[in-house]
């Protein structure tokens, strides 16, 4: 079936540091990915998406790239802040058997100042 | 901008309780979900509904129910609550179509099952 991996949290980072918590996922057919962004006593929300391969998402600074050959889809973003501090879930909804989204199980960043 | 909005942020029931939570969209959204987060778990889906009236088990329906009597109202019941359903309820609402759309999502009730 279908599944997302991202890695284990806690990442805990320096302000300005580069950031980057991969992603890779097992899919039937060609699903869109997700990546998603939750604030402490917040749902989630929507922070890019990329619908097939070789597209790049971005948003806020933050990007991830749709590898098909990989089946990646790692977040990265060059200068982290303190705001950012978050738990971010990579997901996938596939278009085949109904559209279910998958979602990893989230890895929370810690930007200290 | 799309709001999705829970019926309450804190909730604390005793075992065996009937339990609703509730769950209102404004954007005329034909597809609605609940879900729980638990720590390392990520969300698993509990049901899910394309449209009014209309309901699909998800990953983890046990011990659940859902009512969609109104396209912008979509209701989670625990039909007898139980220590092991204590945990943080996400509702999600989206537009038609086969995946590329996103889920605009609730602030979350946090229910404790004492």
């Known amino acids: 079936g279908n599944s997302v991996t991202q890695m284990e949290g806690p990442v805990t980072l320096s302000e300005e540091a580069f950031l980057t918590i991969n992603c890779t996922y097992t899919?039937?057919?060609?699903?869109?990915l997700f990546w998603y962004v939750q604030y402490p006593g917040e749902g989630l929300q929507l922070l890019l998406k990329?619908?097939?391969?070789?597209d790049k998402g971005s948003n806020k600074g933050f990007e991830a790239t749709y590898r098909k050959e990989t089946t990646s889809f790692h977040l990265e973003k060059g200068s982290v802040q303190v705001s950012d501090s978050a738990v971010y879930f990579c997901?996938?909804?596939?278009?085949?058997?109904?559209?279910?989204?998958?979602f990893g199980a989230g890895t929370r960043l810690f930007v200290k100042a | 901008d799309v709001k999705v909005t829970q019926s309450s942020r804190y909730l604390v029931k005793r075992t065996g309780e009937k339990v609703f939570l509730e769950c209102v969209q404004d954007?005329?959204?034909?597809?609605m979900f609940w879900y729980r987060q638990d720590p390392g778990l990520g969300l698993r889906l509990i049901y899910f509904?394309?449209?009014?009236?209309?309901?699909e088990k998800g990953d983890i329906p046990e011990g659940y129910s859902v009512s969609r009597e109104k396209k912008e109202r979509f209701s989670l019941i625990l039909e007898s609550a139980s220590t092991n359903q204590t945990s943080m309820y996400l509702c999600?609402?989206?537009?038609?179509?086969?995946?590329?759309?996103?889920?605009?999502f609730g602030p979350g009730t946090r229910l404790t099952v004492t």
């Open positions: 997901a996938l909804t596939a278009n085949t058997g109904g559209f279910k989204t998958i």
């Open positions: 954007m005329d959204h034909e597809n």
């Open positions: 509904s394309y449209d009014v009236k209309m309901k």
């Open positions: 999600a609402s989206s537009p038609p179509g086969q995946g590329s759309y996103e889920q605009y």
């Open positions: 990329a619908t097939k391969a070789d």
């Open positions: 899919a039937t057919g060609y699903p869109s």
